[in-house]
């Protein structure tokens, strides 16, 4: 491992340390290499992990987490979403939010879920990779602002940060109905400082880079998570538990 990933490493796990007190968590897990790079840090620094899937039936994230887990073999928990009820979730969850912002419905949707099989597994914590996309460029909007010069991605960055920020206070609005707290280290103050720091060419190469995060999917490899994972190309989260479509339908 370089010096940089090195030090990557110790700042995430310095994070963590700040921000979960909590030795027994659940793990918000879809196997991307975001939430499986947290999942091990974690493992490692023997906080008692359990990750949490949720989707309908037959979802991207559900199958791809257990295919990941198979080479984790860390405990997994997964909570098909009831098509039933789906429709009086969602629309409670607007009313709650009071916005008509569809990420955020979205987003908050998926951890009410999340926070529900948290909470049958008497787990009042949950922690997330939330902020590797906004600092590490994972997003596809980054490829856009690539033509804009360094100064077009430090602003684009510095919008997705607070909106991650705002989003994940109605998310814990959300949860606080399962007495669950959703914690995101990578969006603490000091790690988000730490990160912006780290070179622009160690996140993004060029227009057409269909990965980035590479300092990310480079670190994951050194620690031992597996391969399908480190290049696994992002996949949001309502999507992959296919919330966006159902929600769609609803509208």
Same mark, same amino acid.
């Given at each position: 491992?370089?010096?940089? $990933?090195?030090?990557?490493?110790?700042?995430?796990? $310095?994070?963590?340390?700040?921000?979960?007190?909590?030795?027994?968590?659940?793990?918000?897990?879809?196997?991307?290499?975001?939430?499986?790079?947290?999942?091990?840090?974690?493992?490692?620094?023997?906080?008692?992990?359990?990750?949490?899937?949720?989707?309908?039936?037959?979802?991207?994230?559900?199958?791809?987490?257990?295919?990941?887990?198979?080479?984790?073999?860390?405990?997994?928990?997964?909570?098909?979403?009831?098509?039933?009820?789906?429709?009086?979730?969602?629309? $409670?969850?607007?009313?709650?939010?009071?916005?008509?912002?569809?990420?955020?419905?979205?987003?908050?949707?998926?951890?009410?879920?999340?926070?529900?099989?948290?909470?049958?597994?008497?787990?009042?914590?949950?922690?997330?990779?939330?902020?590797?996309?906004?600092?590490?460029?994972?997003?596809?909007?980054?490829?856009?602002?690539?033509?804009?010069?360094?100064?077009?991605?430090?602003?684009?960055?510095?919008?997705?940060?607070?909106?991650?920020?705002?989003?994940?206070?109605?998310? $814990?609005?959300?949860?606080?109905?399962?007495?669950?707290?959703?914690?995101?280290?990578?969006?603490?103050?000091?790690?988000?400082?730490?990160?912006?720091?780290?070179?622009?060419?160690?996140?993004?190469?060029?227009?057409?880079?269909?990965?980035?995060?590479?300092?990310?999917?480079?670190?994951?490899?050194?620690?031992?998570?597996?391969?399908?994972?480190?290049?696994?190309?992002?996949?949001?989260?309502?999507?992959?538990?296919?919330?966006?479509?159902?929600?769609?339908?609803?509208?």
């Amino acid at each position: 491992m370089d010096e940089m $990933n090195k030090k990557l490493l110790e700042h995430i796990k $310095n994070s963590v340390s700040d921000v979960v007190q909590e030795k027994k968590i659940g793990i918000a897990f879809s196997g991307g290499v975001d939430s499986t790079l947290i999942s091990k840090i974690c493992s490692d620094m023997n906080y008692d992990i359990i990750l949490l899937t949720i989707g309908f039936t037959e979802s991207h994230d559900i199958l791809f987490a257990k295919e990941v887990n198979t080479h984790l073999k860390y405990p997994h928990h997964v909570l098909e979403i009831d098509p039933e009820t789906f429709t009086k979730v969602s629309s $409670n969850i607007h009313q709650t939010i009071n916005t008509d912002n569809l990420s955020w419905n979205e987003n908050c949707i998926a951890f009410y879920y999340v926070s529900k099989l948290a909470r049958g597994l008497n787990l009042d914590t949950v922690i997330t990779a939330n902020g590797i996309d906004e600092l590490f460029c994972g997003y596809n909007a980054y490829r856009d602002a690539f033509f804009g010069g360094e100064s077009q991605i430090i602003e684009l960055m510095n919008t997705k940060l607070e909106n991650e920020l705002k989003m994940m206070k109605a998310v $814990n609005l959300i949860s606080s109905e399962f007495d669950v707290k959703i914690l995101q280290p990578l969006l603490s103050f000091k790690f988000i400082e730490y990160a912006k720091s780290i070179p622009l060419y160690q996140k993004i190469h060029d227009s057409e880079d269909l990965y980035r995060k590479h300092i990310i999917r480079k670190l994951a490899r050194d620690i031992g998570v597996p391969e399908i994972s480190c290049t696994k190309r992002k996949k949001a989260l309502q999507y992959g538990s296919k919330i966006h479509k159902a929600l769609l339908k609803t509208r």
